[in-house]
């Protein structure tokens, strides 16, 4: 006798991530009275990693952002100390994922800067950075590290062009230039040999990132892409945007053809950013709404349907963007797969939200928690810089996460000179195209001016002591 399935029952009864809940951590543990940005850029303005959260502020005369200790939970303090160097808004932050107390930004200001968090977090304000990094001519919306390669970092500006920064040497190394408009959204796949953008030309890109060399091109005139995420390995992208009825959607697609989505799917009619996430360990994706209070998640699969709903979390707070915690800083014994940290604006609120696998087994379940990229760098910026690609490095959460990485940030000593990428001199002067943009170079200017008149107070000093060391030693007796 032979047993058939019921062809009722849905696919995704099968997964074990089909009771998946999200748990909102007790007030206590939240972070409450942060000055949360006002900007209306579309970014999460929020990083998070083991040991520190991250978030961008509200400011005067500047962009400033925060860095808390996890465990500093509860009312932060009014005059907490703030990292503040930029000149302009900072419109994005994110934390070296091999060095936990490195962190890049990104400002209207048109420079990037590296910052190392001193242990237990910041004392005063934090006005100097390791590294700033100039190359744009416009504002830098964007930053993102390689996966895999220590020291490679990332950043897309408003000048339409992407530039790739070696760290070791503190200077820009490549420049993709294949954009006609603002870029968007830049995500890597697992080994970090492909990036995929999404730019305001509505057009879906994959690049060989160290050529700049476009591989696939999708024109999405039915599909406005907004973000888009690598799935892993699985050769898969998804897209999120907005379709011609101007309902949310997203996309699947197939990174080798972009000719034409695999699937499109229709979510609500709600207008908020539709910000996706993957977690590549349990192939679970997660569609946060901004500006609405719900967690959509879903199970990717390689074969059709390609995307089973799962559930949603809902709450009547809206977020303005969500930080995610590495897996190396999960809990566990709670078994957590996934943690996001709710922006709630209106309430100055930080709120963890954990997404927990139920189970009655107080053991280790290792079936949520296959080997995962840890905190060790796959290559140095030379190796990859030279054609290598590398799986990142791989570690166990089985014994909980006590590792720190071995890794140190050194600063290069550096001169000021012309920075040169393909031929095109990224310091000269390039006229302000925007009100803003000229404000942005008076303070620039004012600041070097700033630097110069004390640099010259200095030596006028030094003068004056020469002077008098000099006038003594002629009015001194000789010695006989």
Request: charged share 25%; aromatic share 8%; glycine share 6%.
């Amino acid at each position: 006798m032979t047993v058939t399935k019921m062809s009722w029952r849905p696919q995704y009864r099968s997964s074990k991530f089909r009771n998946v809940y999200g748990k909102v951590a007790n007030r206590e543990l939240c972070f409450d009275g942060i000055p949360i940005t006002k900007n209306v850029h579309d970014n999460h303005f929020c990083a998070v990693n083991a040991r520190f959260l991250a978030i961008v502020t509200e400011s005067a005369g500047g962009g400033s952002f925060l860095v808390i200790p996890l465990e500093q939970t509860g009312r932060i303090e009014p005059n907490y100390p703030k990292v503040c160097g930029h000149q302009g808004n900072v419109l994005d932050i994110k934390w070296n994922p091999f060095i936990d107390n490195i962190i890049a930004s990104c400002s209207e200001d048109t420079s990037v800067r590296i910052w190392e968090i001193p242990e237990g977090g910041l004392k005063r304000n934090m006005t100097e950075a390791l590294l700033q990094l100039h190359g744009h001519s416009r504002r830098v919306g964007l930053v993102e590290w390689h996966p895999t390669t220590n020291n490679i970092l990332f950043s897309a500006g408003y000048d339409y062009k992407v530039l790739i920064w070696n760290l070791d040497v503190g200077e820009p190394v490549k420049m993709i230039d294949c954009h006609t408009d603002v870029i968007l959204c830049m995500s890597f796949n697992t080994d970090g040999s492909l990036l995929t953008t999404t730019c305001k030309d509505k057009k879906l890109r994959v690049i060989e990132p160290r050529s700049g060399r476009v591989l696939q091109e999708a024109n999405c005139k039915n599909h406005r892409v907004n973000r888009v995420v690598f799935l892993g390995s699985t050769k898969r992208l998804l897209t999120t945007g907005v379709s011609r009825w101007n309902t949310r959607q997203i996309a699947l697609w197939d990174q080798e053809d972009l000719s034409m989505p695999l699937i499109e799917e229709e979510i609500d009619g709600l207008s908020g950013l539709l910000f996706p996430f993957y977690d590549a360990d349990t192939h679970m994706l997660y569609l946060a709404g901004k500006g609405d209070g719900n967690i959509r998640y879903y199970e990717i699969s390689t074969e059709k349907p390609y995307l089973s709903y799962l559930m949603e979390f809902r709450s009547p707070a809206p977020q303005k963007g969500l930080g995610v915690m590495p897996k190396h800083g999960l809990d566990v014994s709670a078994c957590e797969v996934f943690r996001f940290y709710k922006l709630v604006t209106l309430k100055g609120l930080i709120e963890p939200i954990s997404m927990i696998v139920p189970r009655r087994s107080d053991s280790y379940q290792e079936d949520i928690y296959p080997m995962t990229p840890g905190t060790e760098p796959a290559l140095t910026p030379d190796e990859w810089l030279g054609g290598i690609n590398r799986d990142p490095v791989l570690m166990s959460l089985k014994e909980g996460y006590k590792r720190s990485s071995k890794v140190v940030f050194k600063a290069p000593i550096r001169e000021k000179k012309s920075v040169v990428v393909n031929g095109i001199d990224l310091l000269e002067n390039v006229p302000p195209r925007t009100e803003n943009e000229l404000l942005r170079m008076f303070f620039r200017q004012q600041d070097e001016i700033r630097r110069l008149k004390e640099e010259l107070a200095q030596k006028d000093v030094r003068i004056r002591q020469l002077q008098l060391e000099l006038k003594n030693l002629r009015n001194s007796p000789k010695n006989c």
